[in-house]
Nanobody, 124 residues
């Protein structure tokens, strides 16, 4: 079992920045590929970013490429999502997830463990 707890969400103005954190506990954190997803009101949950076990590879949704950066610190059992140049359409609940697969998956069903989410709200 892996427990995931997100933090760092909040209200931010368009154009601003925010860094989300996801702290993991349980089984060895470095065994898992990690992902960030988001769900806006009335929409399906969507892929945002993913990172490999040791951080050597990353993958991003086109909508956030060049603005968001995913990273991880295995010594701290934490994965981060640095979000810059935020837009109103980035408003959503952001979830981190863990996958025991060996690829940078974008589909939700490849991720076995999920956090409870943290709200990010953009004000124009």
């Amino acid at each position: 079992q892996v427990q995931l707890v997100e933090s760092g969400g909040g209200l931010v103005q368009a154009g601003g920045s925010l860094r989300l954190s996801c702290a993991a506990s349980g089984r060895a954190f470095s065994n898992y590929y990690m992902g960030w997803f988001r769900q806006a009101p009335g929409k399906e949950r969507e892929f945002v970013a993913a990172i490999s076990r040791w951080g050597s590879s990353t993958r991003y949704a086109d909508s956030v490429k060049g603005r968001f950066t995913i990273s991880r610190d295995n010594a701290k059992n934490t994965v981060y999502l640095q979000m810059n140049s935020l837009k109103p359409e980035d408003t959503a609940v952001y979830y981190c997830a863990a996958s025991s697969d060996i690829y940078l998956r974008v589909e939700l069903n490849w991720y076995e463990y999920w956090g409870q989410g943290t709200q990010v709200t953009l004000s124009s």
